[in-house]
């Protein structure tokens, strides 16, 4: 297993289109998290799942946002009616239940919204 | 709200020269997590600190966790051109299993 994999690593889309992304955690791990970056900010969390449940999302993400993990496997997070404001790197991260929390990052999904 | 902030958010020394990063809040933590992202890429997990006080080393990196576990530091030693990149600290949220609060980060650059 090489890490966490996200596809594509770079997206390019007009304003009001719907966009998704997708992420293989490492097989091993049951957790999978969302998080999104902009430019001189940390990473911000999105949501994560345990297994193929989706135990936790942040105020932040919108009804516009929407994450799945079927069968407990890769996860796909969509973006509705794309805004500006959207752009930004989102990364997923893998780990295990029960540690501290660790995250282990793809390199990311950079999205425009032109 | 719990927040992380990372001093001083730029740095840029010359290959050779010792420093160290800063990580504060004014909440407890029950772990605090280094990490390195070079641009373009996902974070790099380096180091968990759990235990008030612990010291961790990583070759020329040096690890601490404050005793209150409100502040962590990041040194290296004898830095190198490698070494340049954004460096984030990041401790799980209060109350949450799976979310992570990120500092901004200090951004260096190791110059040759």
């Known amino acids: 297993d090489t890490g966490v994999s996200q596809d594509p690593r770079h997206k390019i889309t007009k304003r009001g289109q719907n966009v998704t992304f997708r992420c293989d955690p490492i097989?091993?791990?049951?957790?999978l998290y969302w998080y999104r970056q902009t430019l001189g900010q940390g990473p911000e969390f999105l949501t994560y799942?345990?297994?193929?449940?989706?135990?936790?999302k942040s105020r932040l993400l919108s009804d516009r946002f929407s994450a799945e993990r079927p069968k407990g496997s890769f996860s796909t997070l969509e973006i509705q009616r794309t805004e500006q404001g959207d752009s930004a790197m989102y990364l997923c991260?893998?780990?295990?239940?029960?540690?501290?929390?660790?995250?282990?990052f793809g390199q990311g999904t950079r999205l425009t919204v032109v | 709200t719990q927040l992380l902030e990372q001093s001083p958010q730029f740095l840029s020394i010359q290959e050779g020269e010792n420093l160290t990063v800063y990580c504060n809040s004014s909440s407890v933590f029950s772990s605090l997590q280094w990490y390195r992202q070079e641009p373009g890429e996902g974070p790099v997990l380096l180091v968990t600190?759990?235990?008030?006080?612990e010291v961790k080393k990583l070759k020329r990196l040096t690890f601490q966790f404050g005793d209150a576990r409100k502040d962590s530091s990041l040194h290296i030693t004898a830095a190198q051109p490698g070494d340049t990149g954004l460096y984030l600290c990041a401790g799980p949220a209060g109350g949450s299993q799976g979310n992570l609060i990120f500092g901004k980060g200090t951004k260096l650059s190791v110059k040759p």
């Open positions: 991260a893998s780990g295990l239940q029960g540690g501290f929390t660790e995250a282990f």
């Open positions: 799942f345990q297994n193929e449940a989706q135990l936790e």
């Open positions: 600190v759990v235990t008030g006080g």
């Open positions: 097989s091993e791990h049951n957790r």
